[in-house]
C-alpha cells in the first residue's frame, strides 16, 4: 500500500514539474519569438542528459513515453479539438488534396521510403516497409500554430490540417496491414484484397462509431442541459475518448476517425444547438486541453529522444548514419507525394489550383511527431532492429520539429504568403488614430460641462493630442512607403477592408440580425476573398452564390434529384437557397455601405490615402447598388417569401435581444442567477 502510494506520489510531482516547465517555456519561448513546441522539445532533451548529471536522484527518472500514453491519453484531445474547431464547409472545399495525400500519398510516401531503407540501411524488407508505414504520419501542430500566426491563406491551413488528422488514421490501418502481413508471412492478391476490405472497414467503421456515439450522447445532453457548460463540457471529454476507446480498444476499428468523426458532429452541434457562451466556453476548454497534451507530448519526445542519445553513444557509426539516412529518405518521399500528387489533385478539382507556393509549404510544414513514435514504440521488443527503427523515428521526428519547425516562417514568408509585415504597424497606427480622436471628442465634452477643471483638461488634451501627431505622422511615413509599391498598397488596404467587412458579420449576429449558419457561409466568402488578395488578385473575385453550397452538398443533392425528380423536398430546398440569397444580398448592402462609410473615415482622418481607396470604395458602391436591386427584385417576384424570412430574423434578434436584457438583470442582480434556466425554458415555451 504504501510502495502504491509512493508510486501515485512520484507521478503526481513528476507532472507537475512538466507543466511548470511548460508554463515557464511558453512565456519564455513567446519573447524569442520561438515555436512553442519546437522549445519543448528542446527543454526535454536538455533535461534528459543533463539531470541524470546534476542530480544524485533524477526526479524524472521515470517518465516515460509509450505507445498506450499516446494513443489513449494524447490522441484523442488533440484529434477532438481540432475537430470541433474545423470549418465543416470549408472542409469539404478543400477535401480533394488532404484525401489524397492522407491515402495515396501516405502509400507513396511510405513505399519511397521502404525502398530506399531497404538499400541503404540495415533494415530488412519487412523493417523497412515497417518504418516506411509509420513514419508517414504528419503532426504539423507547431506549423498550424504559426500558419494562425502569420495570417497563413485558410485553404493552405485547411489542406495541412486535414491531411494530418486523415492520415494519422491512415498510417496506423497501414502499419497494421503491414504488421499482419508480416506475421502471415505471405503476400499475394488474396492477402491484399482482404487487406483492402479492412482498410476499408475500419475507416467507415470509426466513421460510424464517431457518428454514433456523438449523436447519442451530445445530442441527449443538449436536450436535458442545454445552457449548462460545465455539464456540456463533461459530456464532450467523454464523447472525445469514449469514441477513441469503443473504435480502437473495442472494434478494432479507427479509433483516429472515430475521434475526428466525433468532433465534427459536436462541432455541428455547437454552431446550430448551444448558446453562444456555451460554445465558447467548450472550445476554450478544448484549447486548454490541446495545450497541456501538446505541452506533456513534445517534453516527454525529447525526455525519450534524450534517452536513446545516452544509448546510442555507444552504438557503431553505421547506426547514425543508418538515421540520416531515414531523415533523407522521407524527405525524398514526401516531395514526391506532394509534388507529384497535388497536380493530380488541381486536375480532379477543376477549381483554384493548389500552386506551387502551397506545395513547397505543405511539402516542409510535413513534420513528424506522436502518432509516428507511438507506432514505433509499439513494436514487440523481438522485433529485428527495434531499436534502430525506434531511433531512426526519433531522429526525423527531431529534424522536422527543429529544423523544419524552426524554418517553416522564414520559407512562408520569403513565398509571401502571409499578411505583409507593415499591415500591423498600420493597423496600430490607425487605431491609434481613431481612439485618440474620440477620445479627445469625449475631454471637449466634459469640459463643456463644467465639472473638470480647465487646466486639468487641457493638460489631458496635451497628451492625446502629442499621441495624435505621432500615430499621424507613423501613418504618413508607412504610406509614403507604400508608395514605392501600389500593389502592395492596395493589398494592404484591401486586407483590411477584408476584417471591417470580417467584422461587420460578427456585430449583425450578436445583435440578432444574421442567423448562425448564415453567418458561417458568408465568413467562407470574406476568407475566400483574403486568400485572393494575399494572392496579388486585386480587387477579389467575389465567390459564387452557388459556392455557399459545399461539393459534398452538390453531389448528394444531385443525385436524390436523379432519383426522385419530382419530391417536394427539392422545392423546398429552392426555397432555402432563395432564402439564402435574399439574405445574402441584403447583408451585402449594409455591410458595403458601413465599408464605404469606415473606408471614408479613414480618409477622412489622413488615415489611408484617398487615391489608394478610392477603387476600393467604388468596388463597395457597385456591389451596395447591386445587392440593393437583387432585394428588391426579390421582394416584388417573391414577396412571401421574403416576408417570412424578415420575420424570422426580427424573431431571432427580438429573442437575441431579450436573452442580453435577462443576462443584465441578473449581473445587476435584479434575477436570482439560479432562475436563469426556468426563465429561459419559458421563454422557448412561449416562442414554440
Same mark, same amino acid.
Given at each position: 500500500?504504501?510502495?502504491?502510494?509512493?508510486?501515485?506520489?512520484?507521478?503526481?510531482?513528476?507532472?507537475?514539474?512538466?507543466?511548470?516547465?511548460?508554463?515557464?517555456?511558453?512565456?519564455?519561448?513567446?519573447?524569442?519569438?520561438?515555436?512553442?513546441?519546437?522549445?519543448?522539445?528542446?527543454?526535454?532533451?536538455?533535461?534528459?542528459?543533463?539531470?541524470?548529471?546534476?542530480?544524485?536522484?533524477?526526479?524524472?527518472?521515470?517518465?516515460? +513515453?509509450?505507445?498506450? /500514453?499516446?494513443?489513449? %491519453?494524447? !490522441?484523442?484531445?488533440? #484529434? *477532438?479539438?481540432? $475537430? =470541433? @474547431? &474545423?470549418?465543416?464547409?470549408?472542409?469539404?472545399?478543400?477535401?480533394?488534396?488532404?484525401?489524397?495525400?492522407?491515402?495515396?500519398?501516405?502509400?507513396?510516401?511510405?513505399?519511397?521510403?521502404?525502398?530506399?531503407?531497404?538499400?541503404?540501411?540495415?533494415?530488412?524488407?519487412?523493417?523497412?516497409?515497417?518504418?516506411?508505414?509509420?513514419?508517414?504520419?504528419?503532426?504539423?501542430?507547431?506549423?498550424?500554430?504559426?500558419?494562425?500566426?502569420?495570417?497563413?491563406?485558410?485553404?493552405?491551413?485547411?489542406?495541412?490540417?486535414?491531411?494530418?488528422?486523415?492520415?494519422?488514421?491512415?498510417?496506423?490501418?497501414?502499419?497494421?496491414?503491414?504488421?499482419?502481413?508480416?506475421?502471415?508471412?505471405?503476400?499475394?492478391?488474396?492477402?491484399?484484397?482482404?487487406?483492402?476490405?479492412?482498410?476499408?472497414?475500419? +475507416?467507415?467503421?470509426? /466513421?460510424?462509431?464517431? %457518428?454514433? !456515439?456523438?449523436?447519442? #450522447? *451530445?445530442?441527449? $445532453? =443538449? @436536450? &436535458?442541459?442545454?445552457?449548462?457548460?460545465?455539464?456540456?463540457?463533461?459530456?464532450?471529454?467523454?464523447?472525445?475518448?469514449?469514441?477513441?476507446?469503443?473504435?480502437?480498444?473495442?472494434?478494432?476499428?479507427?479509433?483516429?476517425?472515430?475521434?475526428?468523426?466525433?468532433?465534427?458532429?459536436?462541432?455541428?452541434?455547437?454552431?446550430?444547438?448551444?448558446?453562444?457562451?456555451?460554445?465558447?466556453?467548450?472550445?476554450?476548454?478544448?484549447?486548454?486541453?490541446?495545450?497541456?497534451?501538446?505541452?506533456?507530448?513534445?517534453?516527454?519526445?525529447?525526455?525519450?529522444?534524450?534517452?536513446?542519445?545516452?544509448?546510442?553513444?555507444?552504438?557503431?557509426?553505421?547506426?547514425?548514419?543508418?538515421?540520416?539516412?531515414?531523415?533523407?529518405?522521407?524527405?525524398?518521399?514526401?516531395?514526391?507525394?506532394?509534388?507529384? +500528387?497535388?497536380?493530380?489533385?488541381?486536375?480532379?478539382?477543376?477549381?483554384?489550383?493548389?500552386?506551387?507556393?502551397?506545395?513547397?509549404?505543405?511539402?516542409?510544414?510535413?513534420?513528424?511527431?506522436?502518432?509516428?513514435?507511438?507506432?514505433?514504440?509499439?513494436?514487440?521488443?523481438?522485433?529485428?532492429?527495434?531499436?534502430?527503427?525506434?531511433?531512426?523515428?526519433?531522429?526525423?521526428?527531431?529534424?522536422?520539429?527543429?529544423?523544419?519547425?524552426?524554418?517553416?516562417?522564414?520559407?512562408?514568408?520569403?513565398?509571401?504568403?502571409?499578411?505583409?509585415?507593415?499591415?500591423?504597424?498600420?493597423?496600430?497606427?490607425?487605431?491609434?488614430?481613431?481612439?485618440?480622436?474620440?477620445?479627445?471628442?469625449?475631454?471637449?465634452?466634459?469640459?463643456?460641462?463644467?465639472?473638470?477643471?480647465?487646466?486639468?483638461?487641457?493638460?489631458?488634451?496635451?497628451?492625446?493630442?502629442?499621441?495624435?501627431?505621432?500615430?499621424?505622422?507613423?501613418?504618413?511615413?508607412?504610406?509614403?512607403?507604400?508608395?514605392?509599391?501600389?500593389?502592395?498598397?492596395?493589398?494592404?488596404?484591401?486586407?483590411?477592408?477584408?476584417?471591417?467587412?470580417?467584422?461587420?458579420?460578427?456585430?449583425?449576429?450578436?445583435?440578432?440580425?444574421?442567423?448562425?449558419?448564415?453567418?458561417?457561409?458568408?465568413?467562407?466568402?470574406?476568407?475566400?476573398?483574403?486568400?485572393?488578395?494575399?494572392?496579388?488578385?486585386?480587387?477579389?473575385?467575389?465567390?459564387?452564390?452557388?459556392?455557399?453550397?459545399?461539393?459534398?452538398?452538390?453531389?448528394?443533392?444531385?443525385?436524390?434529384?436523379?432519383?426522385?425528380?419530382?419530391?417536394?423536398?427539392?422545392?423546398?430546398?429552392?426555397?432555402?437557397?432563395?432564402?439564402?440569397?435574399?439574405?445574402?444580398?441584403?447583408?451585402?448592402?449594409?455591410?458595403?455601405?458601413?465599408?464605404?462609410?469606415?473606408?471614408?473615415?479613414?480618409?477622412?482622418?489622413?488615415?489611408?490615402?484617398?487615391?489608394?481607396?478610392?477603387?476600393?470604395?467604388?468596388?463597395?458602391?457597385?456591389?451596395?447598388?447591386?445587392?440593393?436591386?437583387?432585394?428588391?427584385?426579390?421582394?416584388?417576384?417573391?414577396?412571401?417569401?421574403?416576408?417570412?424570412?424578415?420575420?424570422?430574423?426580427?424573431?431571432?434578434?427580438?429573442?437575441?435581444?431579450?436573452?442580453?436584457?435577462?443576462?443584465?438583470?441578473?449581473?445587476?442582480?435584479?434575477?436570482?442567477?439560479?432562475?436563469?434556466?426556468?426563465?429561459?425554458?419559458?421563454?422557448?415555451?412561449?416562442?414554440?
Amino acid at each position: 500500500m504504501e510502495s502504491s502510494s509512493s508510486a501515485l506520489l512520484t507521478s503526481e510531482v513528476e507532472l507537475l514539474i512538466l507543466l511548470l516547465i511548460a508554463c515557464l517555456g511558453a512565456v519564455t519561448f513567446e519573447k524569442f519569438n520561438i515555436p512553442y513546441t519546437v522549445g519543448l522539445v528542446l527543454i526535454g532533451l536538455g533535461l534528459g542528459l543533463l539531470t541524470p548529471l546534476l542530480f544524485a536522484v533524477d526526479p524524472l527518472s521515470s517518465v516515460t +513515453l509509450s505507445p498506450n /500514453v499516446i494513443l489513449y %491519453v494524447f !490522441v484523442p484531445p488533440l #484529434i *477532438f479539438e481540432s $475537430s =470541433i @474547431n &474545423l470549418d465543416n464547409q470549408l472542409l469539404f472545399e478543400t477535401l480533394t488534396p488532404s484525401l489524397i495525400l492522407a491515402g495515396l500519398g501516405l502509400l507513396v510516401s511510405a513505399g519511397v521510403v521502404g525502398g530506399l531503407m531497404v538499400w541503404l540501411t540495415p533494415l530488412s524488407l519487412s523493417g523497412a516497409f515497417v518504418f516506411g508505414s509509420l513514419i508517414s504520419a504528419t503532426d504539423p501542430v507547431a506549423v498550424i500554430a504559426l500558419f494562425k500566426e502569420l495570417g497563413v491563406p485558410k485553404r493552405l491551413t485547411m489542406v495541412v490540417e486535414g491531411e494530418s488528422m486523415l492520415n494519422d488514421a491512415t498510417a496506423i490501418v497501414l502499419f497494421d496491414v503491414v504488421m499482419a502481413i508480416i506475421a502471415s508471412g505471405t503476400v499475394g492478391v488474396a492477402t491484399l484484397g482482404d487487406a483492402s476490405v479492412n482498410v476499408f472497414v475500419v +475507416l467507415f467503421g470509426g /466513421v460510424l462509431v464517431g %457518428v454514433v !456515439v456523438a449523436v447519442i #450522447i *451530445f445530442g441527449y $445532453s =443538449i @436536450n &436535458l442541459a442545454k445552457n449548462n457548460a460545465l455539464i456540456q463540457t463533461t459530456v464532450s471529454i467523454i464523447i472525445a475518448y469514449a469514441a477513441f476507446m469503443v473504435s480502437q480498444r473495442y472494434l478494432q476499428w479507427s479509433g483516429v476517425i472515430a475521434v475526428m468523426t466525433a468532433g465534427l458532429v459536436v462541432g455541428w452541434y455547437l454552431n446550430h444547438k448551444v448558446n453562444l457562451e456555451v460554445r465558447t466556453y467548450l472550445r476554450e476548454f478544448w484549447d486548454y486541453g490541446a495545450f497541456i497534451a501538446n505541452s506533456l507530448i513534445f517534453l516527454l519526445v525529447g525526455l525519450t529522444t534524450s534517452s536513446f542519445i545516452l544509448r546510442l553513444g555507444t552504438e557503431t557509426p553505421r547506426f547514425w548514419i543508418a538515421i540520416v539516412w531515414a531523415i533523407v529518405a522521407t524527405l525524398i518521399a514526401r516531395a514526391v507525394a506532394v509534388f507529384g +500528387l497535388i497536380p493530380f489533385s488541381n486536375w480532379l478539382q477543376k477549381s483554384e489550383p493548389f500552386g506551387w507556393r502551397y506545395q513547397m509549404v505543405t511539402f516542409w510544414g510535413g513534420l513528424r511527431g506522436a502518432v509516428a513514435l507511438a507506432l514505433a514504440l509499439s513494436l514487440d521488443r523481438s522485433f529485428p532492429n527495434r531499436d534502430l527503427i525506434i531511433a531512426m523515428t526519433l531522429g526525423v521526428a527531431l529534424f522536422t520539429i527543429l529544423i523544419a519547425g524552426t524554418t517553416t516562417g522564414k520559407l512562408i514568408s520569403w513565398l509571401k504568403i502571409d499578411e505583409p509585415p507593415v499591415l500591423e504597424r498600420l493597423g496600430k497606427a490607425q487605431a491609434t488614430i481613431l481612439a485618440k480622436r474620440e477620445a479627445l471628442k469625449l475631454l471637449h465634452k466634459l469640459g463643456l460641462m463644467g465639472l473638470f477643471d480647465k487646466e486639468v483638461i487641457v493638460e489631458i488634451e496635451e497628451d492625446y493630442y502629442r499621441v495624435l501627431n505621432t500615430a499621424e505622422a507613423a501613418v504618413t511615413k508607412i504610406w509614403d512607403e507604400l508608395k514605392l509599391d501600389p500593389g502592395l498598397a492596395r493589398q494592404i488596404l484591401w486586407l483590411q477592408i477584408l476584417r471591417i467587412e470580417h467584422q461587420a458579420h460578427v456585430d449583425l449576429y450578436d445583435r440578432g440580425l444574421l442567423l448562425e449558419s448564415a453567418t458561417r457561409k458568408l465568413e467562407l466568402l470574406v476568407e475566400a476573398k483574403r486568400d485572393s488578395v494575399l494572392n496579388r488578385q486585386i480587387p477579389p473575385p467575389v465567390p459564387a452564390l452557388w459556392s455557399l453550397e459545399t461539393p459534398l452538398e452538390k453531389l448528394i443533392f444531385k443525385q436524390l434529384r436523379h432519383f426522385f425528380p419530382h419530391h417536394k423536398f427539392f422545392g423546398q430546398r429552392r426555397g432555402q437557397l432563395a432564402a439564402i440569397r435574399y439574405e445574402y444580398d441584403a447583408v451585402t448592402a449594409y455591410v458595403s455601405q458601413k465599408i464605404v462609410k469606415q473606408v471614408k473615415q479613414l480618409v477622412a482622418a489622413n488615415a489611408v490615402e484617398s487615391a489608394v481607396a478610392q477603387d476600393c470604395i467604388i468596388f463597395y458602391q457597385q456591389a451596395s447598388k447591386g445587392a440593393l436591386r437583387r432585394v428588391e427584385a426579390m421582394g416584388t417576384s417573391r414577396h412571401e417569401l421574403a416576408i417570412a424570412l424578415q420575420k424570422q430574423v426580427a424573431t431571432h434578434a427580438a429573442r437575441t435581444s431579450e436573452g442580453e436584457v435577462i443576462e443584465q438583470l441578473i449581473a445587476e442582480g435584479v434575477i436570482p442567477e439560479n432562475a436563469l434556466d426556468r426563465i429561459q425554458d419559458l421563454i422557448a415555451k412561449e416562442n414554440i
